[in-house]
């Protein structure tokens, strides 16, 4: 199948082309960030995780979003999610090669990413997040694979490959929760230090997710022959819906806490996101932003009249991507460092180099997305 990847319009190849060069120019930048050192980001001693693992936690939701294709079609049989659920597995494979080299632009010199192997630590949660990553990247590639060639090939999908495709689910699951907890098992940052994380998590990968995949969909039915279904893309508006209700109200339950109890460690980086904190507030702008635009996305999607409209649907799911990037690709990693335990402001902007390479990154992810998508989209034409 990989032949088809070989062939296409100038379309095609133009966007392939223009993916390349951004991969070249993020590649350039890194190359001197690996003989300088992380101190060309804006990462700081009171900030030590920045802009790349910002993009880290909102990508492995991306990732985990595909659960909502794959649970209902091979769990309950639901057929309307038939065409589209390859589509969901191959945009978790980009989604989590993304991850992985944002970890290793985080890291400064990749080789350090070696001694998660070479010297486990069972004790620490970077360690199982290594091993949900991974195997989350193999069940997607093998199960997104196999399903796709034995389409092609007009015949039931291997026996041996529905394990894996039961073993995905549970796993989806699990590479947003060990990242959640990555971030709640640090005493000393209140902002993380909750429980309801994890599902908060889950529920932000649940909307973003399949709302980026219904975003491709009406690209995949603009430029091809191939229709991913009315019906698939209604239903899982509506899962996009209810996912952004329960993120949204985790997030109060989150403020309710903060405000009821008015510790400090609490209370303050909430105060610094939405409202400044001693005369800092970068965030304040972006922050409400992602409040208004998930607002005006659940009024938006729980209407029956504008979800079933597509123009309005393709604004909501924008609304929702975006709104959803801001909280977890920009406000959670700086609120949870903004204030220090010492309750000290040290403000935090990701530097023009870290953009660049933010950008490569996001562009070789787009490449692998690309590719996939149009050996999957050249299969289901074929069959049809």
């Given at each position: ?9 100038n ?11 951004l ?13 300088v ?9 009171d ?5 790349y ?22 769990l ?6 038939g065409k ?5 597995e ?16 985080d890291?400064?010199q ?9 010297h ?55 590479i ?6 990555l ?18 998590f ?10 980026f995949?219904i975003l ?13 279904g ?15 209700i ?12 903060a ?28 922050m ?10 659940i ?44 309750h000290?402001?040290?403000e ?37």
């Amino acid at each position: 199948m990989l032949e088809t990847a070989l062939k296409g319009s100038n379309k095609y190849w133009g966007l392939v082309i223009g993916l390349l060069i951004l991969i070249g120019i993020g590649f350039t930048v890194y190359l001197k960030q690996f003989s300088v050192g992380l101190g060309i980001t804006g990462m700081s001693r009171d900030v030590s995780w920045g802009f790349y693992i910002a993009q880290f936690t909102f990508l492995v939701g991306v990732a985990a979003g595909g659960v909502m294709l794959v649970l209902p079609y091979y769990l309950h049989d639901y057929k309307a999610f038939g065409k589209i659920t390859v589509l969901g597995e191959f945009l978790a494979v980009a989604a989590i090669c993304m991850c992985l080299m944002f970890i290793i632009a985080d890291l400064g010199q990749p080789m350090r990413a070696m001694n998660v192997i070479l010297h486990p630590t069972p004790g620490s949660m970077l360690f199982w997040d290594m091993i949900v990553l991974n195997g989350y990247l193999f069940l997607n590639i093998v199960i997104g694979w196999v399903v796709l060639e034995s389409e092609r090939n007009s015949v039931p999908p291997p026996k041996w490959i529905k394990p894996l495709i039961y073993l995905s689910i549970p796993w989806a699951f699990g590479i947003h929760t060990v990242t959640a907890f990555l971030y709640c098992g640090l005493p000393g940052r209140g902002f993380w230090l909750t429980a309801v994380l994890a599902p908060r998590f889950l529920a932000s990968a649940f909307a973003a997710g399949p709302s980026f995949l219904i975003l491709l969909c009406f690209i995949i039915k603009k430029y091809t022959n191939f229709d991913p279904g009315t019906k698939a893309i209604r239903n899982l508006s509506k899962i996009i819906a209810y996912a952004l209700i329960a993120n949204i109200f985790f997030f109060l339950c989150e403020v309710f806490v903060a405000v009821y109890s008015g510790i400090p460690e609490h209370i303050d980086h909430l105060k610094y996101l939405f409202f400044g904190l001693h005369g800092h507030g970068i965030l304040v702008g972006w922050m409400w932003t992602s409040m208004i635009f998930m607002g005006i996305a659940i009024i938006l999607l729980v209407n029956p009249i504008t979800r079933e409209n597509d123009s309005i649907l393709i604004i909501s799911c924008v609304l929702v991507f975006i709104g959803t990037w801001i909280d977890k690709g920009l406000g959670m990693i700086s609120g949870g460092f903004v204030p220090s335990p010492l309750h000290h402001v040290t403000e935090y902007a990701p530097s023009f180099y870290e953009l660049l390479i933010t950008m490569g990154v996001y562009a070789a992810g787009i490449l692998i997305l690309t590719i996939l998508f149009k050996i999957a989209v050249s299969v289901k034409e074929e069959v049809s």
